[in-house]
């Protein structure tokens, strides 16, 4: 019986690191400035465009302007493109992104998988004053199913933190409209 019970206790902590890695999700950061993304749209009658930018685990990001607004694409390792809609979703204010992604991950057998993003999006909300900014964070949840939009996290001293919580439980939650 006490033979029994080590080799059990043994399994067992040597599967913990195992468990604690695939439940705790890091933060890998990419670049979405201009300098870093490559445009691959512009159209020159309304001066929208659309730029690709490096993204993790095979997938990359659509950075889209129109209309003086800003808003993201997810694009997956198999093509399919997933637009988040910012300017629906967000803000329909007049609009740009932060200049960083910020991709929440998980490692599954030595790859890095995506299950969250969070991007800050800026927003001119008020007309009277054009220089002032609001700032969100976008949390959009990357699942097999689906990738939407969740949260919407006003700019604030505890803001990265409650965006990268709700990000890691944001599997379960339902898409804002």
């Known amino acids: 019986m006490f033979v029994r019970s080590l080799i059990a206790i043994t399994a067992l902590s040597l599967s913990l690191p195992?468990?604690?890695r695939a439940s705790s999700p890091e933060s890998v950061y990419t670049d979405l400035s201009?300098?870093?993304?490559r445009t691959t749209k512009v159209d020159k009658e309304?001066?929208?465009s659309v730029q690709r930018c490096p993204g993790v685990g095979g997938h990359s990001l659509l950075v889209e302007d129109d209309d003086a607004r800003q808003s993201v694409t997810v694009v997956t390792p198999d093509g399919k493109r997933h637009p988040l809609r910012y300017w629906?979703?967000?803000?329909?204010?007049?609009?740009?992104?932060?200049e960083k992604a910020e991709w929440r991950v998980e490692r599954r057998g030595g790859e890095v998988v995506p299950i969250a993003l969070i991007v800050r999006v800026y927003a001119n909300e008020n007309p009277d004053a054009p220089d002032e900014r609001t700032s969100y964070l976008a949390v959009a949840k990357i699942t097999p199913a689906k990738v939407c939009v969740t949260e919407k996290i006003k700019g604030g001293a505890t803001a990265n933190e409650e965006a990268r919580?709700?990000?890691?439980a944001s599997a379960a939650r339902p898409c804002l409209q």
């Open 18 to 20: 195992l468990f604690a």
């Open 165 to 168: 919580r709700a990000a890691d």
């Open 34 to 37: 201009p300098a870093r993304c």
């Open 46 to 48: 309304t001066g929208s």
């Open 88 to 98: 629906q979703v967000v803000t329909t204010a007049f609009s740009t992104v932060g």
